[in-house]
C-alpha cells in the first residue's frame, strides 16, 4: 500500500486495478480518504469482482455504497461476537482460554475453581499484597514444588500473567 500510494502521488499511475474492494479496505473512511487522494492526481480506482470504476460519479457513488455495507457487515459481526461472549461469560461459561485458578467443569462448559490453582493464586495475592516483587513471588511455588500448567517451574513472566489477567477478570 505504501509503494502504491507513493507511485499515486508521484502520478506514475492513472489507475489502480483491485481485484476486489473488500481487499483493499472495509472502512468506509479510508476508502474516502484514498478516493480523496486518488482524484486529486487524477487516479481512477478499478474493482474488477465487482465491475466498477470511479472515473464516473456512478462508479464513485456505488463504490462508496459498497464500503458502506462492507463496514457495517464488520461491525456487526463483531458486536454480535462481543454480546454472545458477554451472554456466555455471565452464565459461567468458558470463553477463550480458562482462566488460571479454574477448570472445566463436568458439563464441559462451566468453570470450576481449581482447588490447587486457588492455594497458589491465594499465595501469590498474599506476596504480592506484602510488596513481593514478581521474581521474589515466583519463588514460593518453586520452593513448594508446585508447577505450572505445563509442569514447568515457576517465573516472573508466569506471575505477571496471573495477575495482569486476575485484575481483568475481577
Known amino acids: 500500500m505504501e509503494r502504491l500510494l507513493l507511485l499515486v502521488d508521484q502520478r ?4 489502480v486495478i483491485i481485484a476486489k474492494l473488500d481487499r483493499l479496505t472495509r472502512s468506509v473512511n479510508d476508502l474516502a480518504e484514498l478516493l480523496e487522494r486518488f482524484e486529486r492526481r487524477g487516479v481512477s480506482l478499478v474493482s474488477l469482482a465487482e465491475s466498477l470504476d470511479t472515473g ?35 452464565s459461567g461459561e468458558r470463553v477463550g482460554n480458562i482462566a488460571y485458578g479454574f477448570r472445566l467443569g463436568g458439563t464441559e462448559k462451566q468453570l470450576e475453581p ?4 486457588q492455594i ?3 499465595t501469590i495475592r498474599e506476596l504480592r499484597a506484602r510488596h513481593c516483587t514478581l521474581r521474589g513471588i515466583a519463588v514460593e511455588p518453586n520452593a513448594r514444588s508446585w508447577r505450572t500448567r505445563r509442569s514447568s517451574a515457576w517465573r ?13 477478570n475481577t
Open 56 to 90: 464516473s460519479a456512478a462508479g464513485r457513488l456505488v463504490i462508496n455504497i459498497m464500503t458502506a455495507v462492507s463496514q457495517w457487515e464488520r461491525e456487526t459481526i463483531g458486536e454480535r461476537t462481543r454480546d454472545a461472549m458477554r451472554h456466555k461469560k455471565s
Open 12 to 15: 506514475h499511475v492513472d489507475t
Open 120 to 122: 497458589i493464586l491465594t
Open 156 to 168: 516472573l513472566e508466569h506471575v505477571a500473567r496471573i495477575l495482569r489477567v486476575r485484575s481483568f
Open 114 to 117: 481449581d482447588p490447587q490453582e
